[in-house]
């Protein structure tokens, strides 16, 4: 029997799901690749596993895809609860949406050579977190009214070319304040 939002699969199975998304996201911020074979060995399972769990590598990608997505709109509010709406903007930048970025610009080349689409709600999943930074920091008087989650996103688009093997974190920081002078009353 289950509660709540538990799943129903066993702990060991849910543990190896994880480790499999972790494992391809790094590989595909990395190379842009899917190896199976890397990921299992990443993951610390069998390749036998890694196709249990996902029998395509469009399934995959786009698993991991929805994963990232999920992260960015679901932290949030813990950031939000934890910082002032200021330090909650920039660590969401930094620490999650660079990341993202990152992830994103492998699975955008995986994805073109299997010639499959990402889901088109991930940018209206994301627009709502970034809604939520931004009236965060509309109410605490720290960013200009006027400014729009669309307009914001599109400043945010130098990360798309953030590389993980230089120093992301800090072209991300640079590139936050850069855009946060913009933003500030």
Not at 49 to 73: K, S, W
Not at 102 to 122: F, H, N, V, Y
């Amino acid at each position: 029997m289950t509660t709540g939002s538990v799943s129903p699969r066993r702990a060991d199975t849910r543990r190896n799901h994880e480790l499999i998304l972790a494992a391809a996201a790094r590989s595909l911020a990395q190379s842009g690749a899917v190896s199976f074979n890397a990921i299992a060995k990443q993951a610390g399972v069998g390749v036998g596993t890694v196709y249990r769990h996902f029998p395509t590598p469009e399934g995959l990608i786009l698993a991991v895809y929805d994963r990232e997505v999920t992260h960015l709109v679901e932290v949030v509010p813990q950031l939000l609860a934890e910082h002032d709406p200021a330090s909650a903007f920039r660590l969401w930048v930094t620490d999650h949406l660079a990341h993202y970025m990152m992830t994103k610009r492998g699975l955008a080349t995986a994805l073109s050579a299997s010639r499959s689409e990402l889901p088109s709600s991930a940018y209206e999943r994301m627009l709502g977190a970034l809604t939520t930074l931004l009236e965060a920091n509309a109410a605490a008087g720290t960013i200009r009214q006027d400014l729009t989650p669309e307009t914001v996103l599109g400043g945010l688009g130098g990360l798309f070319f953030l590389h993980p093997d230089g120093d992301w974190h800090t072209q991300a920081a640079g590139l936050t304040d850069l855009l946060w002078r913009g933003m500030s009353t």
